[in-house]
């Protein structure tokens, strides 16, 4: 099919959004697709030098803007808009068919896509935003909690004056998701067909084979930016808790503004000689560290779904969540132990504890290996596009 693919950020060697892009790129094409890609112009030089068979890009250059550079995230909001609409220009003014289009980053429900403008179906998506950190929870992010508190604004009662995205939702053919705030977010919207996908995937290489719990003691991971409603300092203090019960060791793999603050928490407790802080790593150290660990740790209070969870769950390691956003929506069987969020905050490091403790001591680990793996193998990037593809020929079909 004729596939025209939205994905503003795009990146053969880069994680997050642009490796996305890039990875529904090169996953489309595997397919037989013909795919024109829509990108910012930035990385011209890699995104050529290793250019799919079937695939080319359409470089487009974000118009400028009236926001100053210096106001950061509201420049990056209005360039983004700006990239959009002259990306929906581009295609207007060509004289090209396509069968479908597809918008795939960024991956933000309130960014919206303006291709719903072009006379071919849209597949939006996947998408995240419509959830929320829980309130009750403010103290982990310290000062950026105002502004929390507007974000969520912003994908509860504000989202309805947001035009564009509402736009998009109300003319897509389908909207992927990658949780149920977010389908229900879409609803209070307009959307009619909203469908359940993850934004996360694999590549084939990164699924191992089930393997047995490691020996000596055990190491707790937690990968992920320093950021406060990644909650790092929650995952110290869990850690605290568990440390009383047992031998362990935490490994902390990242960087980010609470680094010092995540640290100054470390020492508090009496930790230093327990815990690890490696910074930031390549993705093969990062691997490695999955391939030797004992559980993962995810803390994260807000988060569309969470890459370290299904990368860990790739390579065979259990892990221990937080029930909320994606990971609640996902049946992973015994792969993972979800806790609840308590009423009171302060309860909440002891469970994760008691959580870290039932994957370790239960002797039900290599089961738990099992399970992680068949559930991650659900998620690479073949099976993503084959199930897009799938949508393609539904939606193009319904067209006719």
């Known amino acids: 099919m004729r596939v025209l693919l939205s994905a503003f950020a795009c990146h053969p060697r880069h994680g997050s959004e642009p490796g996305t892009g890039w990875h529904w790129t090169a996953a489309l094409s595997d397919l037989g697709h013909e795919v024109t890609v829509l990108t910012w112009s930035e990385h011209r030089e890699e995104l050529l030098a290793r250019c799919p068979k079937g695939v080319s890009f359409r470089f487009i250059d974000i118009p400028k803007s009236p926001v100053p550079r ?51 179906p849209l597949l939006y998506g996947p998408v995240g935003g419509g959830q929320t950190a829980p309130a009750s929870y403010w103290r982990h992010f310290g000062r950026e909690w105002p502004a929390e508190v507007l974000r969520t604004a912003s994908a509860g009662p504000l989202l309805k004056l947001n035009r564009r995205c509402q736009q998009t939702i109300k003319n897509s053919a389908v909207t992927l998701v990658n949780n149920s705030a977010t389908a229900a977010a879409c609803r209070r919207l307009g959307g009619t067909d909203i469908r359940y996908m993850l934004a996360d995937g694999l590549s084939c290489e990164w699924i191992a084979d089930a393997r047995l719990q490691p020996a000596g003691i055990p190491v707790v991971l937690w990968v992920g930016t320093l950021l406060p409603r990644k909650a790092p300092t929650l995952a110290v203090q869990a850690f ?31 930790l230093t000689d327990d815990v690890q802080m490696l910074g930031k790593l390549p993705r093969e150290d990062i691997r490695s560290l999955y391939d030797s660990a004992s559980v993962l740790l995810f803390t994260s209070l807000r988060e569309s779904f969470g890459a370290p969870f299904i990368e860990a769950l790739g390579r065979g390691l259990p892990a221990v969540a937080l029930d909320l956003a994606g990971i609640a929506d996902a049946d992973v069987g015994s792969a993972a132990v979800k806790v609840a969020l308590p009423p009171r905050p302060d309860d909440l490091p002891g469970r994760l504890a008691s959580a870290l403790q039932t994957v370790l001591c239960d002797h039900e680990w290599e089961s738990r290996s099992i399970a992680a793996v068949k559930w991650a193998a659900e998620w690479t990037w073949p099976v993503k596009a084959a199930a897009a593809t799938r949508l393609y020929q539904e939606i193009a079909g319904s067209r006719c």
């Open 240 to 270: 605290a808790e568990l440390r009383r019960a047992m031998p362990a060791r935490l490994v902390i793999a990242g960087d980010g503004p609470l680094r010092t603050r995540v640290r100054a928490t470390i020492e508090r407790l009496g």
């Open 70 to 120: 210096s106001a950061e995230l509201l420049w990056a909001y209005d360039a983004y808009g700006r990239w959009q609409d002259a990306a929906a220009r581009e295609v207007e003014a060509q004289a090209r068919d396509y069968d479908v289009a597809h918008h795939v980053t960024y991956g933000g429900l309130h960014l919206g896509s303006m291709l719903w403008r072009l006379p071919i």
